[in-house]
């Protein structure tokens, strides 16, 4: 059984920094974990991935503000984000993605940006 627990998320101002962390209980090798956000009306949509080699992509909205970085050898993962913007107000879901393809997913984690 994997578990995905989430953390780090909150209510910060426009500017501001929050960093987020996912952690999977369990024992599995992972292809890649990434972070996917989801706003109000809208589909969830990536943020930012790395494969367990440390390749990364991101969004293009996320380029230049945020970092997505493993833990060394654990199945952590963390999501740097700078310069946040109130658009960037969503609820954060981790993912890790298993070798043969299946996924599993984090509960969620509320990133609000607002004066």
């Known amino acids: 059984q994997v578990r995905l627990v989430e953390s780090g998320g909150g209510l910060v101002q426009p500017g501001g920094s929050l960093r987020l962390s996912c952690a999977a209980s369990?024992?599995?090798?992972?292809?890649?974990m990434g972070w996917y956000c989801q706003a109000p009306g809208k589909e969830r949509e990536l943020v930012a991935s790395?494969?367990?080699?440390?390749?990364?992509v991101y969004a293009d909205s996320v380029k230049g503000r945020f970092t997505i970085s493993r833990e060394g050898a654990k199945n952590t993962v963390l999501l740097q984000m700078n310069s946040l913007k109130p658009e960037d107000t969503a609820i954060y879901y981790c993912?890790?993605?298993?070798?043969?393809?299946?996924?599993?997913w984090g509960q969620g984690t509320q990133v609000t940006v607002s004066s």
């Open positions: 790395i494969t367990s080699g440390g390749t990364t």
């Open positions: 993912r890790l993605t298993a070798p043969w393809g299946q996924h599993w």
């Open positions: 369990g024992s599995i090798v992972t292809r890649n």
